[in-house]
């Protein structure tokens, strides 16, 4: 499930558009060799990384400069159009990977007799059959929503 966030804030990070303020990020790589992104230190082992992004269109670049746009064309014209589709193509790259780290993480779940979480001192916490259960239709979810064609966008 853990993966499945990281797949999303990375998703919600690579579609960004450029912030004033960056917002703290940390990285964990999880024994298991997992790496997580989140809003906070999950363990010792964290580290802050510095997110950057840029504008995705020329019109947004030359607003920001307090020019006209260089290449005289309507903001969202030709410049726009390119921009959009490299941002789709990098939603696309994005959302396969997903696909992947979730079609992984169900057959993980699926062939495991016991699943566990991490505790933060290192050791594990062994799920219920009933959070067995549930972490398995999460897992299912996950592979619908990231591979299908009518997934979440």
Known sequence: MKTLLSALLLLALATSVAYADAEEVYRTVKPDGT?????????????????QSRP??????AAEAGGANPSGARPGAAGGDEALAAAREEQARLRAAACEEARRTLATYENSP????QLPDGGRRFLTDEETVQARQAARQAVADYCEPDGPN
């Open 35 to 51: 790496v997580v992104y989140s809003d906070r230190p999950i363990s010792a082992d964290s580290v802050r990384v510095q997110v």
């Open 56 to 61: 995705t269109s020329e019109a947004r670049t």
């Open 114 to 117: 016991r699943l566990y979480e």
